[in-house]
């Protein structure tokens, strides 16, 4: 289903589905929509198996419908954590985050309960006051990284991953920074992978 999310100030699309169990939220990348998640056919597996989520169009996203927009990280946190909580409750979700997606993925995780996190190509994922709280996180986190990713260092992901308790490094061989939508099969099984062990 989809409908407009007023939260926070912020008018934005969203797509979701409603059904018993955890929910996972979805955090698109800079130059993406909600969209994004519909195409490579992620939506349609999770409402085949009746797992309920929520797909965001951001304040941040280039291509989102969003109004108005604004790149400022706590406030787009701040839409987010509404959002989650008006279509959920009290429901405490896995998280998906693209890019800078990933970055509000690990901001959020940081102040609110997550179940788990599954990050592809997440940016700014060193700073300070991330690193200070990730010693806190003990839940599954899986991090996706494209081999041909021309932003992210794998560097930076192998750091991430070594400082996040109970993660993995999965690596999308010849995929690029959206590695997600080079590799939708990959990333699918992926999720399903990590949403059993969240749940």
Request: proline share 6%.
């Amino acid at each position: 289903m989809e409908k407009t999310l007023n939260s926070s100030g912020y008018k934005c699309q969203a797509l979701y589905h409603t059904a018993p169990g955890t929910p996972i939220v979805f955090l698109h990348g800079l130059s993406y929509s909600i969209e994004v998640w519909q195409r490579i056919g992620v939506t349609e597996i999770l409402m085949e198996k009746h797992i309920p989520f929520l797909a965001l169009d951001m304040p941040y996203g280039l291509k989102s419908q969003c109004q108005p927009k604004t790149k400022d990280p706590e406030k787009n946190l701040a839409f987010a954590a509404e959002a989650v909580r008006s279509v959920f409750g009290s429901e405490v979700p896995v998280l998906v985050g693209a890019s800078i997606g990933g970055y509000l993925a690990l901001k959020y995780a940081a102040r609110f309960p997550v179940k788990g996190l599954l990050l592809i190509g997440p940016s700014r994922t060193l700073q300070e006051e991330l690193v200070q709280a990730y010693e806190r996180f003990n839940f599954p986190a899986r991090i996706v990284w494209g081999s041909h990713d021309s932003l992210i260092s794998g560097e930076d992901m192998r750091t991430l991953a070594g400082r996040l308790r109970n993660s993995k490094l999965l690596v999308y061989d010849g995929a690029g920074h959206s590695a997600y939508n080079d590799r939708p099969e990959w990333f699918k099984r992926d999720l399903l992978e990590l949403y059993a062990t969240a749940e």
